[in-house]
């Protein structure tokens, strides 16, 4: 384990085997987020009847596989890390050694392509849940341009228990903040009629977009300002459910 570790009574949260099932629940996110996508392709037919237009289905299908894809980032953060969540240094000002703390640069570097990649993936599922209308697509390509290019030294960081947390840049935040408020819409347009005819309340539709929501605050929030490994892996075990529910819910139209 990581110096930091090990100078703050934290390696006992650090050891191999915990690392190791930090790292399989990150890895096994492409089994449901893979099957997810197959199955909505699968029942192309049945979803382009209750949507109206197969352009629609296909964003509904590549949309977890752009989540999947924006989680891949965080993975290979994890990798050079060690999967290990600890205090964050920034080598541009400052050295350090990884093996004593993590990179806080490549975290950065990290969290702004996450984040990009999350509101393309928002912006597809909603798009596929909502309509493709000309004002639709205007929006989403401004909120790509705009985050992508926007300025990058006005951070929302914060901290808790003294570490800094989320160094993103503020218009990416925003940005992100209006498309999923979009997206919990989505998930009620698309889910909550085929929810109230299986005698679910219509609000369960909002179930797997507050579960992800869930299992990245607290891994961005909790997970690196305790440096406790185990809340790590229950963030993680939340966007793992977060696809069940999705599948589950998806189910219901066929």
């Given at each position: ?82 999967w290990q969540v600890v205090f964050f ?54 909120s790509i341009i705009l985050a992508f ?106």
């Amino acid at each position: 384990s990581k110096t930091y570790l090990e100078e703050h009574d934290l390696a006992k949260y650090a050891k191999v085997w915990i690392l190791n099932l930090v790292e399989f629940v990150h890895w096994i996110l492409l089994v449901p987020s893979f099957y997810l996508s197959y199955i909505i392709f699968e029942h192309t037919d049945t979803l382009t009847q209750v949507l109206g237009d197969s352009l629609q289905v296909y964003l509904l299908s590549v949309a977890p596989l752009i989540q999947a894809f924006a989680g891949l980032v965080a993975v290979v953060m994890h990798e050079y890390e060690g999967w290990q969540v600890v205090f964050f240094k920034n080598p541009v000002n400052q050295d350090f050694r990884i093996q004593d703390v993590n990179n806080a640069w490549l975290r950065e570097i990290a969290y702004k392509m996450l984040f990009l990649l999350q509101i393309v993936g928002l912006l597809a599922f909603s798009m596929g849940a909502i309509g493709v209308s000309k004002t639709f697509v205007v929006f989403a390509i401004s909120s790509i341009i705009l985050a992508f290019l926007s300025p990058q030294q006005y951070k929302t960081e914060f901290k808790m228990f003294g570490q800094p947390l989320f160094p993103i840049a503020i218009p990416i935040v925003v940005i992100f903040i209006i498309n999923a408020l979009i997206n919990l819409y989505a998930y009620y347009v698309l889910f909550s009629p085929v929810l109230g005819t299986h005698h679910y309340p219509g609000l369960l539709a909002l179930a797997a977009p507050v579960l992800f929501m869930a299992g990245g605050i607290i891994e961005g929030v909790f997970a690196e300002s305790t440096f406790n490994q185990w809340v790590h892996f229950w963030a993680v075990i939340l966007l793992n459910l977060g696809l069940i529910v999705q599948i589950y819910t998806f189910g219901l139209f066929w």
